[in-house]
């Protein structure tokens, strides 16, 4: 009896390692990284339009929400800044002492990840500043917080005008109020008109 049955090997061939890929340009990834930045700023500005107008009952206040909007860049813009003084701090203690296996390719990563950083920073400080991008960011915020919350907005606002409690004599009197509307309307437009009742 055998215990172990021989199974068939498959070939899977040998590993080749890829090419080494050159890293994107700082110019290419400072422009992603916008894009990623502004999808983060409106998503906030988005959230808050919700919950005022839903939690908080406020009005919509677009001034408010670029102020809130510019804070967000200028946050993004200080992250980014850190993020660049943690690499340069790294790169000091590490220096290039033995314990770096390859201090050239070290230095060098290091130094474009802390040039990468940095230009992040600048490009979220500007977009803070620029009225263009952060007006459109806000609107583009409003309109999907709308499109998300206005059906549920409508919907209230339909049930409260159907629950209203009304007053029976006001409903009496509501043909009678409507009759001499439309008769004063109707005389009116008669004598512009030159028309004879």
Do not use: K
């Amino acid at each position: 009896m055998r215990w172990f049955l021989r199974r068939n090997r498959l070939d899977l061939g040998r590993y080749v390692a890829p090419e080494p890929v050159a890293p994107a340009p700082t110019e290419q990834i400072v422009a992603e990284g916008s894009l990623i930045g502004d999808s983060v700023v409106r998503l906030a500005l988005r959230n808050r339009v919700i919950v005022d107008a839903l939690r908080d009952r406020r009005d919509l206040d677009l001034g408010a929400l670029a102020r809130a909007a510019a804070h967000e860049f200028e946050r993004l813009a200080d992250q980014e800044w850190e993020s660049a003084e943690r690499i340069r701090l790294r790169r000091s203690v590490t220096g290039s002492g033995a314990d770096v296996p390859d201090d050239v390719d070290y230095l060098r990563e290091s130094e474009r990840r802390e040039h990468v950083h940095r230009a992040m920073s600048d490009a979220f400080a500007a977009r803070a500043t620029d009225d263009v991008t952060v007006t459109a960011i806000v609107e583009q915020a409003r309109a999907e917080a709308w499109s998300e919350i206005g059906p549920v907005l409508v919907e209230r606002a339909g049930d409260r005008a159907l629950t209203v409690d009304r007053d029976p004599r006001y409903e009496a009197e509501r043909a009678d109020r409507i009759g001499a509307l439309l008769a004063l309307d109707l005389t009116r437009l008669a004598q512009e008109r030159g028309v004879d009742l």
